[in-house]
């Protein structure tokens, strides 16, 4: 992975002091990378026949529905609040400083599909934690949680012990 | 395209009375539809080299990389200001009342790189031109802009005259 890591671009102190910021858009934008970690991503859960691939705005958004088309699998949502039309199911949880909501259309998942969580980064986790309680508010099974990007040093894993958590970068 | 109408849920008076709102996430959950779409979406420029596919956030962001992986570019991201983390470049553009601006990084596209501009609707047209003007002063060339959904009574093609505009689904 060290030249997939040589192509994401470090900034210092974004978005404030003293956080080195991974920028994936440099990847991103470079069209044999942003191949390369797409199937790689997606290899593990070929012929898992995943029903449903989760994530969440706005950067989940650029991943999941990649992987969604990948493996055969339909793209659902999770958004901020008021933004999505239907009805919708939601779920609050803390931050460093505050707290967050996040939503989920009611019928974005049936009991029993099998769902993939598709994030660029796993950072502290509560985002990740906060969307298997959507999922699972739902009944879906979650075969697994799957991240370009792991910042170890953060320990999210640990929040998402009880679940297959694969990220193909780690810092 | 009316068995994928069908699909689409519609929603009176979201987000706002006398609004008739096109849901598209009945669609995307749809594993067949969603991959159906991203099929024809993404036809018509196959074999066209496209270097690079630019989508907006948050919606832009689920066909337009999705397009990018089926057809062998890099994605691209516009942001709102100050979400992207290296020097970028920005469009003002008018709304129906008050402004709005979108960023773009500046090393996103070189010069003479075939662009193919993404997004799930296009409705005044006004998001879309603004992408074409950060696209055109990185001097790439547009090959074209590409809609799931067009709502043609708002004449957002109109703005668009100057380029090759396709669009799955019309209503």
Redo the contacts between chains.
């Keep these: 992975m060290e030249a997939l890591k040589k192509i994401i671009?470090e900034?210092p102190d974004?978005?404030k002091p003293g956080i080195l910021?991974y920028?994936l858009?440099?990847l991103?934008?470079?069209?044999a990378a942003?191949?390369q970690v797409?199937n790689r991503m997606s290899e593990p859960y070929v012929g898992q026949s995943i029903?449903?691939v989760v994530g969440v705005?706005?950067?989940g958004?650029?991943?999941a529905?990649?992987l969604?088309?990948?493996l055969?699998?339909?793209?659902?949502?999770v958004?901020k609040p008021k933004?999505?039309?239907?009805p919708a199911i939601s779920v609050t949880y803390d931050l460093e400083y505050g707290k967050d909501t996040l939503e989920m259309?009611a019928?974005?998942?049936s009991a029993g599909q099998k769902v993939l969580v598709v994030d660029d980064l796993l950072a502290t986790g509560g985002t990740a934690r906060a969307v298997t309680r959507l999922v699972e508010k739902l009944h879906g099974e979650i075969v697994g949680l799957v991240f370009l990007v792991e910042l170890g040093f953060l320990g999210g894993r640990e929040k998402l012990a009880s679940y297959d958590v694969f990220s193909l970068i780690k810092y």
């Design positions: 671009r900034i974004f978005p910021f920028d858009t440099t991103m934008q470079n069209k942003f191949a797409v029903d449903m705005e706005a950067r958004f650029i991943f529905p990649t969604a088309y990948k055969g699998a339909g793209f659902v949502p958004r933004k999505l039309p239907a259309h019928d974005g998942i």
